[in-house]
């Protein structure tokens, strides 16, 4: 069993319990917030699946069309839902200036990226990032500097751990285009099992957010 | 050769018959069930396009070709719906499902027309597994719509997201319905597996909506 095999198993089973548990709890709490996330699981699993069968039965990555892709970066689209239903309308409207450096250093990656990939995709996951990035540096910026309730800084967790997923994305994503080198490999795997430690971290996250 | 435009016209005039004599809900379902099945036409003409475009064989274009454009093309009649009429939710969870049943009950007829029917064993697996799927895909989009449903943002982007998870999960039984063993097995019964894991999550709600 390869390193990228065993990454791919645990991040499988990581996703699927936290899914489980995610939807059970949105159910049984009626609550919208675990529904988004039990859905960004889902999608992280299932694109994480697809690409795991097609390595182990055709023993290689997709290449006719993103399904896999599309399975990530909706996930991605839940998770920006999940941190847009919880914002107040006071930290919806708190825009310090410093939150445009977002857009410029995703664009930035998107075009050092395409130096490797697709236009189309690293377009779209430019814009995603670029929404999660901006939500969860506004939020940590909103609820630190004193203007929010105790509901407020409930929330700080979450964007903690979005900001955390985001950051080491970029770091696993840069680190692939250097793949050959195997010092990078590892490195690659590395941020991938800590993508997988984020991904468990939200759960207890959102539990505070939501609680209170 | 399969002529499934020869089998469409067959199918769809009886409803088309119907639509027009019938009034209400009874009228709206036929119509999402003719839709279902024009979807399933539309699909795999639009499949087949892509295919040649990308190169693709009949295997690839199954497993990452098909998956994408039958869950978005199954899901356009309802789009249509909902940009021209105001329904209420419940309404369109419904008609999600008639839809997906019109797409696999047209598909399974192009199925045994081309394969025969003449082995029970392998239409119950069709009916049971790639027939169930259609279904699971479309309850994937309707109890999701349910939960994103009052805000238009969450209506916007959520139905696209839950169609994403349609087409990965569409996409996750072809590809192991496509191996032989336990892959084929596994993948056969996932569909039943999945509906009845949705039903035990979500019973209460849907004993409160009567869905």
New interface residues.
């Given amino acids: 069993m390869t390193t990228e095999t065993l990454i791919n198993l645990i991040q499988l089973a990581v996703t699927a319990v936290c899914m489980v548990f995610a939807l059970h709890t949105a159910v049984k709490r009626e609550s919208r917030e675990w529904a988004l996330l039990g859905l960004f699981y889902a999608l992280f699993f299932m694109g994480d699946l697809y690409w795991s069968l097609m390595l182990a039965f055709y023993g290689n990555t997709p290449s006719y069309f993103y399904v896999s892709e599309i399975g990530w970066y909706s996930s991605y689209l839940f998770l920006d839902l999940l941190l847009r239903q919880l914002a107040s309308v006071e930290e919806k409207e708190y825009r310090p200036k410093a939150l445009w450096a977002v857009p410029v250093f995703t664009a930035a990656m998107a075009v050092f990226y395409m130096q490797y990939g697709d236009y189309m995709i690293n377009t779209i996951v430019a814009l995603l990032m670029g929404f999660l990035l901006w939500r969860s540096i506004r939020g940590l910026a909103y609820t630190g500097s004193g203007h929010g309730t105790a509901a407020d800084a409930a929330r700080r967790r979450i964007y903690l751990c979005v900001l955390a997923f985001c950051v080491i994305e970029y770091c696993e994503w840069t680190a692939s285009c250097f793949m050959s080198k195997e010092d990078v490999a590892l490195l690659y795997f590395a941020f991938d099992m800590a993508v997988t430690l984020v991904l468990i971290l939200y759960i207890s996250a959102l539990g505070k957010a939501v609680q209170e | 050769m399969t002529y499934i435009e020869n089998i469409y016209a067959c199918l769809a005039a009886p409803l088309l018959i119907a639509i027009i004599c019938l009034k209400g809900k009874p009228r709206t379902s036929l119509m999402f069930i003719l839709g279902g099945m024009t979807a399933c036409l539309l699909s795999s003409y639009i499949s087949s396009f892509?295919a040649v475009m990308?190169g693709?064989d009949a295997l690839?274009?199954s497993?990452?070709?098909s998956?994408?454009v039958e869950e978005l093309m199954k899901i356009a009649p309802i789009i249509f719906w909902l940009m021209v009429y105001e329904p209420h939710k419940m309404e369109v969870s419904i008609e999600i499902v008639i839809t997906a049943v019109g797409f696999a009950t047209f598909e399974n007829v192009c199925y045994l027309t081309s394969n025969g029917a003449a082995s029970l064993r392998h239409t119950i697996i069709r009916g049971f597994g790639t027939g169930a799927m259609h279904i699971v895909c479309g309850l994937i989009i309707a109890f999701?719509l349910l939960?994103?449903w009052d805000r238009l943002?969450?209506r916007v982007?959520?139905t696209?997201?839950?169609v994403?998870?349609a087409?990965?999960?569409h996409?996750?039984y072809n590809?192991?319905v496509?191996?032989t063993g336990a892959?084929f097995v596994i993948g056969c019964l996932i569909p039943m597996i999945s509906v009845v894991l949705m039903l035990l999550?979500?019973r209460?709600?849907i004993e409160r909506y009567h869905f």
């Fill in positions: 892509f990308t693709a690839g274009a497993l990452e070709i998956p994408v999701g939960y994103l943002y969450l982007t959520g696209l997201g839950l994403a998870a087409i990965t999960y996409a996750v590809i192991l496509s191996q892959a999550l979500i209460t709600r």
